[in-house]
C-alpha cells in the first residue's frame, strides 16, 4: 500500500494594503533616524539584518 503525502507548504499572497502599511511605517522610520541620535553604523547593520530576514522569507 501507498499512501499519497502533501509536504508542501501553502504560500499566500500579501495584500497591497499591507505592503503599502509596511511601506509608510518604513518610511516614517527611516525619515526619523537622523534626528534619532543613532550610531550610523548601528543603523546600517539593523538594515542589513533586515534585508536579510526580508530575503530568507520569500
Given at each position: 500500500m501507498t499512501t499519497i503525502?502533501?509536504?508542501?507548504i501553502p504560500v499566500q499572497s500579501r495584500g497591497v494594503k499591507d505592503?503599502?502599511?509596511?511601506?509608510v511605517i518604513m518610511t516614517v522610520l527611516f525619515a526619523a533616524v537622523p534626528f534619532t541620535g543613532?550610531?550610523?553604523f548601528f543603523v546600517m547593520q539593523a538594515l542589513c539584518?533586515?534585508?536579510f530576514a526580508c530575503a530568507s522569507t520569500c
Open positions: 503525502t502533501d509536504n508542501s505592503e503599502m502599511i509596511a511601506f543613532l550610531y550610523p539584518f533586515a534585508l
